[in-house]
């Protein structure tokens, strides 16, 4: 037998580490044995053994055998060796750690930048590199980091992450923040994997990792976020890390929270209608991969039976309401912090998902770009619990779809934005979401958050440009027919000022939204409107502004009740700290106390080859009333009536 090193481990205690594990696990016979001599180097050895020869237990992430490796992260991992880290794709090119790393450098106070170091994004792709290459450096620079990352950022005490002035915060906040914690606990198991048979994975070394990778699971058990998306991220995870690591004696324990959390959270979180209650398209799709994760997770190690049917349900309506704000494109409204999705993202999201819901001939179509499968058998829809309305003319490339969203209150990453909408037609997005830009931080981050928040960022009415200060909307009426839809939804946007909007889909050909703002308030009413970057045609004095693609895929929109027409400052964010700019208008008029403000918008698609010239009028027949409207709008001579009743 080869000289083993003495047992002067610099690292974790062996015993204490081996104490942790059942040993009465079939297969760890010989490491039980050596523990119970007292022999813990050779039980480490013993231990390292059965680890490589482990059969039974399943990972579902990277494929450890061959995985596939990207020129990006290959980058990352190249880049990972020369401690330039990739933290996150707001910051590139990356920033520099330190010869000696400096786990605790900020070099721009966005408190994402700091925690994220934290999740140690090029690890996995360290780990991809080297089983691609078989170049044993990326396995010794990986145990250099993973020890180095170990010593520098002990867990401490730790009472809870206080939100504010984070930069007189301890570190132990942001490296053991328990969404990061959690998300080690995830990626560790591949890096585990993928390193695994290195030389330098040694019998010391795996003690090592053992006792980091029980010590956060057991801080994860403990420490769980209240509520919201990283609760979900928190549960799956340490769902992780009780199927992969079943030899720790608190597996099955772990495995028991997580799954119990995710069945109570998949009630809460989910509403009756399978919207996320974020209200973000983006952290709505994040909680889908959660739950189909950790149902994986289990499957896979034969640990099924612990979720109820109700689960499979939920998750069901979850994927239904993706695939119904989809555009034909397969983008998603990028509604609340979402960003810009593009197809083949999305293209995966529904191919993982038609593993579960095998059944749903919507899904199979989209997830095969139409070779099997078949559309639903309607067009619009309406998710009135997360206050979603879905007005289309058809799925393919030609239709037209716009998403109303006007609902609850929300949670964290929901935004001030009820009433605004996307607008797809013809392979356009032409009212894009202004989109988040960035999330938290100091100050400057703060207020740059806050311009794509408020509520005057957004196609809808405010009073003297205040961002709402209520955002619960209700539904007053919902109507789908092959001839046209129309939705009314309200909200008391502000003390003394409620907001009705009902939009008309024409003959589902054109938008009429009209916008009733009553109350005792008195000041500046005003509809916003956002249009997709473009050099578009305005006419102040008509109030009207079109696109002038030269492709002849158009929109014109008109205002009518305005006083007046002004440009204002535009931007839409596809990711993060990624903003293009682009015309916006506010359509302003002053209302006076007790006195509605009353506007109509025309949204007219047309290959018009001057979408200005189209002859478009519109007014409302009667005074303001609670129980309803009548207006009349003309398009180029035809006059289409328009009535709702409440
Ligand atoms: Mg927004």
């Keep these: 037998m080869a000289l083993l090193p003495a047992l002067a481990l610099k690292g974790a205690d062996a015993g204490a580490v081996l104490d942790r594990l059942d040993l009465s696990r079939p297969g760890l016979e010989k490491v039980a044995e050596y523990h119970k001599q007292g022999n813990d180097s050779l039980a480490s050895v013993a231990l390292l053994d059965y680890f490589k020869n482990r059969t039974g237990v399943k990972s579902v992430g990277v494929n450890a055998q061959k995985p596939r490796l990207t020129k990006e992260e290959r980058r990352w991992a190249d880049e990972g060796m020369e401690h330039k880290f990739f933290v996150h794709k707001g910051y590139q090119p990356s920033y520099f750690y330190g010869d000696d790393i400096n786990w605790q450098y900020w070099p721009v106070k966005d408190n994402e930048l700091r925690w994220q170091l934290h999740r140690t994004k090029w690890w996995v792709p360290m780990g991809k590199a080297y089983r691609v290459t078989g170049d044993e450096k990326y396995a010794a620079e990986w145990i250099h980091q993973y020890r180095d990352w170990v010593k520098k950022n002990p867990l401490t005490e730790f009472s809870g992450i206080k939100d504010k002035n984070m930069e007189n915060v301890d570190n132990v906040y942001f490296a053991w923040r328990p969404l990061e914690v959690c998300d080690r606990l995830e990626h560790q198991i591949e890096q585990f994997e993928l390193f695994l048979p290195s030389e330098h994975f040694t019998p010391e070394f795996l003690i090592d990792f053992l006792d980091n990778y029980h010590r956060h699971a057991d801080f994860a058990n403990s420490h769980y976020s209240k509520q919201g998306n990283h609760l979900l991220f928190e549960a799956q995870r340490v769902i992780f890390a009780g199927s992969f690591f079943p030899e720790f004696k608190d597996a099955a324990a772990w495995r028991k929270a997580g799954v119990d959390i995710l069945n109570r959270e998949i009630a809460k979180q989910v509403l009756p209608d399978g919207v996320q209650f974020e209200l973000d398209p983006g952290y709505h799709m994040a909680a889908v991969g959660i739950f189909g994760k950790a149902l994986r997770m289990m499957d896979a190690n034969g640990y099924r039976g612990e979720f109820p049917d109700s689960y499979l349900d939920a998750m069901r309506k979850m994927v239904e309401f993706t695939y119904n704000i989809a555009f034909p494109d397969y983008t998603l409204p990028m509604f609340s912090d979402n960003k810009l999705h593009v197809k083949p993202g999305m293209l995966s999201n529904y191919r993982s998902w038609r593993k579960f819901f095998p059944k749903d001939q919507a899904l199979r179509y989209l997830a095969t770009e139409g070779k099997k499968g078949k559309l639903p058998d309607y067009t619009s829809r309406a998710f009135p619990d997360g206050g979603f309305y879905v007005m289309r003319n058809g799925w393919d490339s030609t239709a037209t779809v716009m998403v109303l969203k006007a609902g609850p209150k929300g949670e964290w990453h929901n935004q001030f934005d009820n009433g605004t909408f996307e607008l797809w037609s013809g392979g356009r997005n032409f009212f894009p979401d202004s989109g988040s830009f960035i999330y938290g931080g100091d100050e400057e981050v703060l207020k740059q958050r806050e311009?794509?928040?408020?509520?005057?960022?957004?196609?809808?009415?405010?009073?003297?440009?205040?961002?709402?200060?209520?955002?619960?909307?209700?539904?007053?009426?919902?109507?789908?027919?092959?001839?046209?839809?129309?939705?009314?939804?309200?909200?008391?946007?502000?003390?003394?000022?409620?907001?009705?909007?009902?939009?008309?889909?024409?003959?589902?050909?054109?938008?009429?939204?009209?916008?009733?703002?009553?109350?005792?308030?008195?000041?500046?009413?005003?509809?916003h409107y956002q249009l997709l970057p473009c050099d578009p045609l305005e006419?102040?004095?008509?109030?009207?502004?079109?696109?002038?693609?030269?492709?002849?895929?158009?929109?014109?929109?008109?205002?009518?009740?305005?006083?007046?027409?002004?440009?204002e400052e535009g931007w839409t964010s596809p990711a993060y700290r990624v903003k293009h700019a682009r015309p916006a208008y506010a359509f302003r008029t002053d209302k006076k106390a007790g006195k509605p403000a009353r506007f109509i918008t025309v949204i007219y698609p047309t290959d018009a080859a001057n979408p200005a010239t189209h002859d478009i009028k519109a007014s409302y027949k009667g005074k303001p009333s609670a129980t309803g409207a009548t207006l009349e709008v003309t398009i180029d001579g035809r006059k289409y009536p328009l009535s709702y009743t409440l």
Excluded: Q
């Design 451 to 527: 311009w794509f928040r408020r509520t005057a960022a957004h196609n809808t009415l405010t009073l003297d440009d205040k961002t709402l200060e209520n955002r619960v909307s209700k539904l007053l009426k919902w109507e789908t027919s092959p001839s046209g839809d129309l939705t009314v939804v309200e909200t008391p946007g502000y003390d003394g000022l409620t907001h009705r909007r009902a939009v008309f889909f024409v003959d589902k050909k054109f938008y009429v939204i009209a916008d009733e703002a009553y109350g005792d308030a008195a000041g500046d009413v005003a509809l």
């Design 539 to 567: 006419n102040t004095v008509k109030k009207s502004v079109s696109t002038a693609f030269a492709d002849g895929n158009n929109i014109t929109l008109r205002v009518f009740g305005a006083d007046r027409m002004e440009a």
